[in-house]
Structure formats: C-alpha cells, structure tokens
C-alpha cells in the first residue's frame, strides 16, 4: 500500500485506480465481458466475483483500518470505497468507453477533487 499522509494515499490509490482502468487491453477485456454476459449472465457475475467486488473488499478493509487508526472516520467503509471509485472513475470511465482523450491535468483534477470531497465527508479533524 502507498505510504505518506491519508491524504496522499488516497491520491495514490485513485491514481492506481484511473490507470488501471483505463489501459486499453482492460477497455477491451470490459466490451468483451459486457457482449458474452448478454448471451451467458453467469460469466458478468464472475467477472464482478473476480474483479470489481474483491477489489472493493479489499480497499473496504483498507478504509476500515484507516477508521481504526483515526484517520477517516467512516460508518460504511464498502459503501464509502464505492463512492470514492465512482468519484475518482467520474465521467472519464465513460469518456474511455467511447474514445474519448481523458487527458492528464482532467485525470488529476477529477482525482485530486475525488480525494477533497472524501476527506470533507469522511476526513477526521487531524487528517483532512
């Protein structure tokens, strides 16, 4: 896991995600896994199995001990790691699916904005 503040892991983290996401074999890994799930749905539900849902139990888990270190203070840590992909993820997932150029300043913005809003909802007095 990324060292440093709360606040710069979270930057790490979102941009680990964005990356991730958006290399172009996983655009493509994604349009396949949509069209063979429309024919067979059991393969969508082990992609998420595999992919999406373990990721989002392991930064869950990686939010909860954050709470227990007093750094975020968080009710939901799955729904809070949810809402922080979406955040970081925001229109540029769709822009990817569809072509578009997501530059580097709007991937730092969207991920920089992301970090801000999670740390104002969640942050503690001493770590936002």
Request: glycine share 8%; aromatic share 10%.
């Amino acid at each position: 896991m990324p060292q440093g503040s709360i606040r710069e892991r979270l930057t790490a983290i979102g941009e680990a995600i964005f990356a991730f996401l958006f290399r172009p074999e996983m655009i493509q890994f994604e349009r396949r896994i949509a069209a063979e799930t429309e024919h067979d749905p059991v393969i969508g539900a082990a992609f998420l199995e595999a992919g999406p849902w373990r990721m989002k139990q392991a930064f869950g888990a990686w939010l909860a001990r954050a709470v227990d270190a007093g750094e975020l203070s968080i009710a939901d840590p799955m729904l809070a790691a949810e809402q922080f992909v979406s955040m970081c993820k925001g229109m540029g997932d769709l822009e990817r699916r569809f072509g578009a150029d997501v530059s580097a300043e709007a991937r730092h913005k969207r991920i920089t904005g992301a970090v801000e809003v999670f740390l104002a909802a969640y942050g503690t007095a001493d770590h936002r």
